[in-house]
């Protein structure tokens, strides 16, 4: 599949990002000079007026620490243990449609720079270069295969036989997407995506109901992720289906819009579990703080999609290894000067309300970039 958008100026050479980047907000710019406007707009945009993503960055802005001192923190260690495998951080790289438009290595390039750097991947079934070429670039990964469905009960079997054949650990349903969302960004250009022109099969996205996630998990022994979850009463009947991971999501605000923000709704999901399953989140995590802040709050595993993005429109796999360095980074130094040597030794007591320091927008987590986020 293409998407159809022309998306680089200029090849960037694997192994150069290392010396070039010494901040996060860095590669942010370095993917705006490489992206032309449809590309770019693609990955900042959300749908309609662009509440839920804003809220997305608001619920996290308005956390803030309560740091605890006098403590021996000299063996900081980020790494987590996630389906039996040990990452050097709790992140995963979210499922992003049409990766192939930040580099022409799609999917199998993000996988390098995971499985190079050592976290999760959750590779999507509208990225290139597909589920098989991917597990084959990055054999070592911890792979999740995620799925938007298109086609009847043998199509959705298919996928998850060819995903369990190839290695990947867990499978996801995304189940936010019933409806595809107002990208008003493209719409006022009159630009029309070329993968969204030809699309069929939406009929039984539309349909998807609790059945299909019954007759999975019977079927089949593979962990299942069901992703979009965004309130107790939906995380509550995942649990009674036997699901073993519920990814809390608003598709980044590009699906519905004035929906709440990820971190708004993290904490009623976790109550609602009470333990019985493990916790992905996504939606405008963009720094290391951002990533302790989630994992204080009760989730498992940190999903970057927008970040992720701008890492590989940088610098391709190289930009990838680079930017969960500089995370990693982050989040050492953030876990020490709260007092702790590691995420287990974290909880909520070190968190607390707080009224945000400016009004969010998809960029507000780099104070430093000069970029106009309402341009298109």
Known sequence: MTDGITNKTAPVEAGTAAGDFQNLHELVAKARANLNQNAWDYIVGGTETETTLHRNRMSLDEI???????????????SVEVMGRRLRLPVLLAPVGALETFDPGGGAAVVRGVDRFGAAHMLSSVSEPGLE????????????YQLYVRGDHAFVEDRIERAIA??????????????YSR?????????????RRDVSGREFQMGLDWRTVKRIKDKYKVPLVIKGIATAEDAAIAI??????IYVSNHGGRQLDHG??????????????????KIMV????????????????????????????WALAAAGEAGIVRMLELLEDEVQRCLGLLGVNSFAELDKSYLHAATPTGLPHVFSAFPLLQIEPYRY
């Open 260 to 277: 709440r923000g990820a971190m708004h709704v993290l904490p009623e999901i976790v109550a609602a579990i009470g333990g019985r399953a």
């Open 133 to 144: 070429n991917v597990a084959k670039a990055g054999p070592g990964a911890l792979r999740i």
């Open 282 to 309: 996504d939606g405008s995590f963009c720094r290391g703080t951002d990533i302790v802040k989630a994992i204080a709050a009760g989730a498992d595993l940190v999903g970057l999609g927008r970040l992720q993005c």
């Open 183 to 195: 990208r008003e960004r493209d719409l006022a250009k009159r630009y029309v995506r070329a993968n």
């Open 64 to 78: 803030a620490f309560r740091p605890r001192v006098l403590r021996n923190v000299g063996n900081v260690d980020a």
């Open 166 to 179: 190839n290695g990947y650990a867990a499978f996801c349903l995304t189940v936010d997407t019933a409806h």
């Open 240 to 245: 009674d289906h036997g699901i073993e991971w």
